[in-house]
């Protein structure tokens, strides 16, 4: 947190005193950028994921028919990971100091 000092003059002693005053918000600009960020991995991640299912072929429902589309190097590995990497984002855009 920031803090902000004042100083005041008592009319009395005839000397300043300081007052810290405290800056009761957390996050900055910054901070929400790095979050927006982050969410826009996630959520591209979990678009990354859609499609088809196993038994889905030319977008109809056949129990006998089997979609190796499923295990596409798309769907297991690139967005886990960009989903990963969006909640990595977000974890240091909440930690991230002003």
Avoid: C, H
């Amino acid at each position: 947190m920031s803090k902000k000092t004042n100083k005041l003059a008592a009319s009395e002693f005839g000397k300043e005193t300081e007052v810290v005053q405290e800056n009761t918000f957390y996050f900055g600009q910054q901070n929400f950028k790095w979050m927006l960020i982050g969410l826009a991995f996630i959520v591209v991640g979990f678009l990354l994921m859609m499609g088809p299912d196993a038994n889905t072929v030319d977008g109809k429902f056949d129990p006998n028919a089997w979609n190796d589309d499923i295990f596409s190097i798309r769907r297991i590995r690139i967005a886990p990971l960009f989903i990963v990497i969006g909640f990595v984002i977000e974890v240091y855009a909440i930690l991230k100091r002003k």
